[in-house]
């Protein structure tokens, strides 16, 4: 008996993937992937959530933290954790996704690696804490502020704008993850979940809100997170991360031992609501056929889908493509690639393609 429990000891390669780009000049800098293709269900487990860190993960006393709201209110307040976690409180499941996952498949050659490390800057759990309506509320919002700043404890400060029609619609002050306190990494002892909204406005370490009239312009908006056009323009504020899926049994890396029955299965989700349909084809888009979709669907939320299918052991090209309820599709990669600068990495949900060779091994194609 153990006062925390750990995965079996033969579960230990399932593991994040670290990646510090600049790590001799910014350790603290960098993402860590969730292994989708070792995964099953739909929740992610607490200790393989995504990381994105712009500056390291800050060592938070939750006795001396405290969210201050002020600006446009009729009543700046200063909350401590204590003093949050006696509010009503609401459960969701929703999906973080970072606006830069997927971002590797929009260079010119597609990079030979897991779907993890490829799509793995997307994480699904159950979240838990106080609505930011019933704070707003309580700080007495001037009806005339329009955003808010939300700003991190962290070494950088990490800050974005977010519109108060947002924050009373159905943003989460959140305190547990999937029933525990929010681990480190994922803001302890407090962050913002924006159900379907780009990772990077979940602010976590939340320390400060600020009712303002307009957006404030921050670095995190405005040299980040925006989205490069054709025409050289950059759109600021595309706040959506819309209808994707992806095939995570089989996936790159993986090999397929021997022609006969599998299940193709993966994961689906849009910022925009439920998931609607999610359709497999096994001839690269050619014919198209519907997987079956575990419920409960949640809107805002990772859907899994499962289909059965029988490889005779000749060449293959697996894709799934998703449709949400408000009847969003997910584009083929020359629609996706159309709508932006070639340099553009951000918010991409072009459909996955995996090439099966008649060795079994799966592959990264751009279909
Ligand atoms: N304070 C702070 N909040 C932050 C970040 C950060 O670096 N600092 N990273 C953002 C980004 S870019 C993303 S994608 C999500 C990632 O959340 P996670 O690390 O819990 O997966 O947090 C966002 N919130
Ligand atoms: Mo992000």
């Not at 600068?341 to 995996?354: E, F, V």
């Amino acid at each position: 008996m153990r006062g925390y429990g750990q995965p079996s000891r033969f579960e230990d390669p399932v593991k994040r993937v670290v990646g510090q780009p600049y790590r001799a000049v910014s350790p603290g800098t960098g993402t860590s992937r969730t292994p989708l293709q070792s995964l099953n269900g739909t929740i992610t487990p607490n200790g393989l959530h995504f990381e994105r860190h712009h500056n390291g993960v800050p060592d938070i006393d939750p006795a001396q933290h405290r969210l201050l709201i002020h600006g446009m209110v009729g009543r700046p307040i200063k909350l401590a954790v204590d003093d949050l976690l006696r509010y009503p409180m609401v459960t969701r499941t929703i999906f973080i996704e970072c606006a830069g996952n997927s971002g590797a498949n929009t260079l010119m050659k597609p990079p030979q690696t897991s779907a993890g490390v490829l799509h793995g800057l997307v994480s699904n759990s159950e979240w838990t804490g106080v609505p930011l309506a019933v704070l707003l509320n309580e700080a007495r919002i001037d009806p005339k502020a329009t955003w808010l700043l939300a700003e991190g404890a962290d070494a950088v400060a990490m800050s974005r704008s977010i519109p108060v029609q947002k924050a009373f619609d159905d943003v989460i002050l959140a305190l547990y993850q999937n029933g525990e306190r929010i681990r480190p990494e994922q803001g302890y002892p407090m962050r913002l979940v924006l159900p379907g909204y780009e990772g990077s406005m979940s602010v976590k370490w939340l320390r400060r809100l600020k009712a303002t009239h307009e957006p404030t312009h921050t670095k995190d908006e405005t040299s980040k997170y925006s989205d490069l056009q054709r025409d050289g323009k950059a759109r600021q504020f595309t706040f959506l991360m819309e209808v994707k899926s992806l095939i995570t049994h089989p996936s790159g890396g993986m090999s397929m031992r021997r022609s006969g029955q599998y299940e193709i299965s993966g994961l689906a989700w849009s910022g925009a609501g439920r998931i609607a349909r999610v359709e497999i084809s096994t001839d690269g888009g050619v014919t198209w056929n519907e997987a079956e979709l575990q419920t409960p669907v949640l809107p805002k939320s990772v859907t899994r889908f499962r289909a059965p299918w029988k490889w005779d052991g000749a060449i293959a090209y697996l894709q799934s493509r998703a449709t949400d309820e408000g009847g969003n599709v997910q584009p083929a990669r020359e629609k996706w690639t159309a709508r932006f600068s070639p340099a553009h990495r951000y918010h991409n949900n072009m459909i996955q393609t995996w090439a099966i060779g008649t060795d079994g091994s799966v592959t990264n194609v751009f279909g």
